[in-house]
């Protein structure tokens, strides 16, 4: 195989790699899809304001929130003029709905959503002029005004988000 077909070969896998791999971020269990429409019905994932950066472009962000090894996830939509950011903790066979954000669909559009992980650093206290750094227990949600630098984090704690 000569070396334009080889990297042709490759530049195919590298492209499907990435297909998948941003499908899959964006899929959501069966009953996260069920909530959502019987108490949204007409939902959709929103779209982004152009000056959200790219690791923040998420309809969807899964973790484990609350420490019990089990899949949770975080979803970004809208409503009509309403948009949402909604978790959903895995509890048995079933999802507990927690609403983090509730605003103007253009808020939520020019809001980008991440997940940070178990063991990374985060300023609680980003006010003070020597913010402390503390170590996350869990993954944590959090969200972020795309034209700002500030980041709220979303601290699962005692069953509800802090």
Same mark, same amino acid.
């Given at each position: +195989?000569?070396? &334009?077909?080889?990297?042709?070969? +490759?530049? =195919?896998?590298?492209?499907?790699?990435?297909?998948?791999?941003?499908? /899959?971020?964006?899929?959501?269990?069966? &009953?996260?899809?069920?909530? %959502?429409?019987?108490?949204?019905? *007409?939902?959709? +994932?929103?779209?982004?304001?152009?000056?959200?950066? /790219?690791? $923040?472009?998420?309809?969807? @962000?899964? *973790?484990?929130?609350?420490?019990?090894?089990?899949?949770?996830?975080?979803?970004?939509?809208? &409503?009509?003029?309403?948009?949402?950011?909604?978790?959903?903790? =895995?509890?048995? $066979?079933?999802?507990?709905?927690?609403?983090?954000?509730?605003?103007?669909?253009?808020?939520?559009?020019?809001?980008?959503?991440? @997940?940070?992980?178990? *063991?990374?650093?985060?300023?609680?206290?980003?006010? /003070?002029?020597?913010?402390?750094?503390?170590? %996350?227990?869990?993954?944590?949600?959090? $969200?972020?005004?795309?034209? /700002?630098?500030? @980041?709220?984090?979303?601290?699962?704690?005692?069953?509800?988000?802090?």
């Amino acid at each position: +195989m000569n070396k &334009k077909r080889l990297f042709l070969l +490759m530049l =195919a896998f590298a492209f499907l790699f990435v297909l998948i791999s941003n499908t /899959s971020a964006q899929t959501l269990p069966a &009953k996260v899809k069920t909530y %959502l429409d019987k108490n949204y019905s *007409g939902w959709k +994932m929103t779209g982004f304001d152009k000056a959200c950066p /790219s690791e $923040t472009k998420r309809y969807t @962000v899964e *973790g484990d929130f609350n420490g019990d090894k089990k899949r949770d996830y975080a979803v970004k939509f809208a &409503k009509g003029r309403s948009g949402y950011i909604i978790a959903f903790i =895995a509890e048995g $066979t079933n999802y507990k709905a927690l609403v983090l954000r509730s605003e103007d669909a253009s808020v939520i559009r020019s809001t980008g959503l991440g @997940v940070a992980r178990k *063991g990374e650093k985060y300023a609680p206290d980003v006010d /003070s002029d020597n913010p402390r750094l503390v170590r %996350l227990k869990n993954d944590a949600i959090y $969200t972020n005004l795309c034209e /700002s630098e500030g @980041v709220r984090y979303y601290i699962y704690q005692n069953g509800r988000f802090q």
